[in-house]
């Protein structure tokens, strides 16, 4: 689990508490340093990760929480998001970029976070997502577990 | 906290739907109900201005594809229109940009050249 380096919040299964949150933790990382086009990749990702606890995880129940945790540096960006679902199966996901799911208007989440993050991660369950974001401007950025 | 304007527009049979700011997940409910507004009004070929997008994720994706679909349905066309560098990337990235038909302008569009 996350050390005591990280920072948490807290938010019910609500989009305004989640947009919040998110604000936070970009805020933050520009603080650090980050780019626009990073900035934009961590606000992608950690909008797909709230967006899917919320709808996916706690199916919008807002008596469900959803538990963040953070840790901005100048090297890197982990976030792990928490919902209270009985999980999913990542790998059973299909394609949102096959031709027969193109017109689909849902199933991009995991494929964007993918696309934008350098590591992402679930834990066994699947209601439990780490993503990573490295600052290419660092010398020292690894992917390596950072806890 | 950037928050998401929409303007309407109509020129030549055409609505034009002009976003300002960010389609994040605190606003996207105002964009998915525009344009479900516009389906029920009938107005089936639009015009979507990106230029002064500047975020959207999967969710408003979502209600921009759900509109293609319910415009090509009464025989219309749903189309973008010069979407900034990161949202032209994440276009790209999840291939919606075979999907949509993207022009550089609204006038481009309107006429359907220059794609």
Do not use: W
């Amino acid at each position: 689990m996350p050390s005591d380096t990280y920072q948490e919040i807290e938010i019910s299964s609500s989009f305004s508490q989640a947009r919040q949150a998110e604000q936070t933790i970009v805020t933050a990382a520009e603080n650090h340093g980050y780019v626009e086009s990073d900035l934009f990749a961590l606000q992608l990702s950690l909008e797909e990760a709230l967006s899917n606890a919320i709808r996916h995880g706690n199916r919008q129940d807002s008596q469900k929480i959803i538990n963040i945790r953070y840790h901005v540096s100048q090297e890197r960006i982990d976030i792990y998001v928490a919902d209270e679902g009985t999980g999913f199966d990542p790998t059973n996901v299909p394609d949102p970029t096959a031709d027969e799911n193109l017109e689909n208007p849902h199933g991009r989440g995991i494929m964007l976070m993918r696309a934008y993050m350098n590591l992402v991660e679930y834990n066994q369950e699947g209601n439990v997502v780490h993503i990573v974001k490295l600052n290419p401007k660092s010398t020292k950025s690894s992917c390596k577990n950072h806890e | 906290m950037s928050s998401l304007a929409i303007t309407i527009d109509k020129r030549l049979g055409t609505t034009i739907v002009n976003l300002d700011g960010s389609a994040d997940m605190s606003e996207v409910h105002t964009l998915r109900n525009q344009l479900e507004t516009l389906s029920t009004e009938h107005q089936n070929n639009i015009i979507v201005d990106l230029s002064r997008l500047n975020f959207i994720s999967s969710m408003g994706l979502g209600s921009l594809i759900q509109a293609h679909r319910q415009c090509r349905q009464e025989q219309g066309t749903l189309c973008l229109v010069n979407p900034q560098e990161a949202v032209a990337r994440l276009l790209k990235t999840t291939q919606l940009d075979q999907l949509f038909s993207i022009y550089h302008s609204v006038d481009e569009a309107i006429t359907g050249e220059n794609k």
